[in-house]
């Protein structure tokens, strides 16, 4: 009988958890819309868009370097995202073993090795939807490397410079949204010493993702380097 409310509560503190999240995406979506340069999402979309076109009107070896690069960046963060999911699958083979010790700093939430496997599965489901994320990206950046590349007088019509915009900004967008789905992790992780912890590591990870939206401070040119 005593379980049960403690059962809930981590239920309820992971639904607000993934509620707090939402929510900032949906605000930040709906100020994007009213003014564009609120977020740097619509600056990169642009910027990729015009970097494709220039690259297709002008081929040079920087831009295949480029996107070698972003290639490069997905598939790292691919491998560590199945390199994590082992270590989470790991740590479930343990799980009647390590659910005491790692609820030692644990006042509100429930230590039932059956919740505790259930946490671990949400993270695996967490980094994998992020592997497939960044493995679409790597698909969708490769398209890109070849159209860029095909020579003027053997592109077919349809290869346009607009098209191979649209395919960078689809590599680009499910990048990101591989990073936000892989950022969820750490809340989901911290979420394994308690639900308090978790509630602590989503503000921080909100407030973090509220400075990296924010392109303002590089836009308007304050740079306090030396």
């Not at 809930?8 to 939402?22: E, G, R, T, Y």
């Not at 564009?36 to 970097?51: E, G, I, K, M, T």
Request: one cysteine or more.
């Amino acid at each position: 009988m005593n379980s049960m409310p403690l059962y809930l509560h981590d239920l309820l503190v992971f639904l607000a958890s993934v509620a707090m999240v939402a929510i900032y995406h949906l605000l930040l979506w709906l100020r994007t819309r009213r003014q564009p340069d609120y977020a740097v999402h619509l600056f990169n979309f642009v910027v990729r868009r015009h970097w494709a076109e220039g690259v297709m009107h002008n081929p040079d070896v920087l831009g295949v370097q480029t996107l070698r690069n972003s290639t490069m960046a997905a598939s790292f963060m691919a491998s560590t995202a199945v390199l994590l999911t082992i270590g989470v699958l790991s740590l479930a083979s343990q799980a009647d073993k390590l659910a005491q010790t790692w609820h030692a700093l644990n006042f509100m939430g429930s230590a039932h090795p059956g919740l505790w496997i259930g946490r671990l599965m949400l993270l695996v489901i967490d980094l994998m939807a992020a592997f497939f994320c960044f493995t679409v990206s790597v698909r969708f950046f490769n398209h890109v490397g070849y159209m860029v590349t095909m020579p003027v007088d053997a592109r077919p019509p349809h290869l346009t410079p607009e098209l191979a915009g649209r395919y960078l900004n689809r590599a680009g967008n499910y990048f990101s949204l591989g990073s936000r789905i892989f950022y969820f992790s750490i809340p989901l992780v911290f979420w394994l010493f308690g639900p308090h912890f978790m509630v602590a590591s989503t503000f921080l990870l909100i407030a973090v993702l509220y400075k990296i939206d924010r392109p303002s401070m590089l836009m308007k040119g304050e740079d306090h380097g030396g």
